[in-house]
């Protein structure tokens, strides 16, 4: 063990030592809850930059960094460990014979690994967005809507019938079965202020 950590933080082995701590302790950090999984996140300007392209090919357009990252560091760490390793290679000069090209090879790996996290994140934000954007759609009363307790309605969302949590403006009273129209989102309180339609 001694021998890895030395053998770990030395020549160009520092650097993809030093993403792997970083990656660690990100994510110890987002799971004591202290940090959100996009807090590192970069919002990169596509139309001025031009790497939609490159991006989307990396799966970054669909992908916090921090996932995309961590599937390119932890293979970039082993990989140049072990072939510095088995080539002797124990000088910064020499280990970037090894460690230049696998930054290349480890970017599709990270590429095929994060594959399935990209059409879950897509997946995920096409349907938040499909939630966010029915302000102003017609709902059915699945319960009495009141402006005292949230109540549920159903709203068809690109071909699906999904629930949301509802209330309405003091005042009104929605029956059960009647239409209603979508006229406000409450993000803290997750629900939506309907009125009678």
Not at 116 to 133: C, G, Y
Not at 134 to 157: F, H, M, Y
Request: aromatic share 12%; proline share 4%; glycine share 6%.
């Amino acid at each position: 063990m001694k021998e890895l950590l030395e053998f770990a933080f030395s020549g160009v082995n520092i650097i993809p030592t030093c993403l792997f701590i970083f990656v660690l302790v990100y994510w110890l950090i987002v799971i004591l809850g202290v940090l959100d999984i996009d807090s590192v996140d970069v919002d990169v300007d596509l139309d001025v930059n031009g790497f939609a392209s490159v991006l989307a090919f990396f799966n970054l357009d669909q992908l916090p960094l921090m996932i995309f990252l961590t599937f390119y560091v932890i293979p970039l760490w082993v990989v140049t460990l072990i072939g510095n390793d088995l080539l002797g290679f124990n000088s910064f000069l020499t280990g970037l014979i090894v460690f230049t090209p696998s930054m290349i090879v480890c970017l599709f790996v990270a590429k095929f690994l994060t594959i399935p996290f990209a059409l879950f994140f897509k997946k995920i934000k096409s349907e938040t967005e499909a939630v966010e954007n029915i302000v102003g759609s017609i709902c059915v009363a699945k319960l009495p809507i009141t402006a005292d307790r949230k109540s549920q309605a159903e709203i068809n969302v690109g071909g699906t019938s999904i629930l949301i949590n509802v209330k309405t403006k003091e005042g009104l009273v929605i029956e059960k079965g009647q239409t209603a129209l979508v006229i406000d989102h409450v993000q803290s309180g997750n629900f939506y202020y309907v009125e009678p339609y």
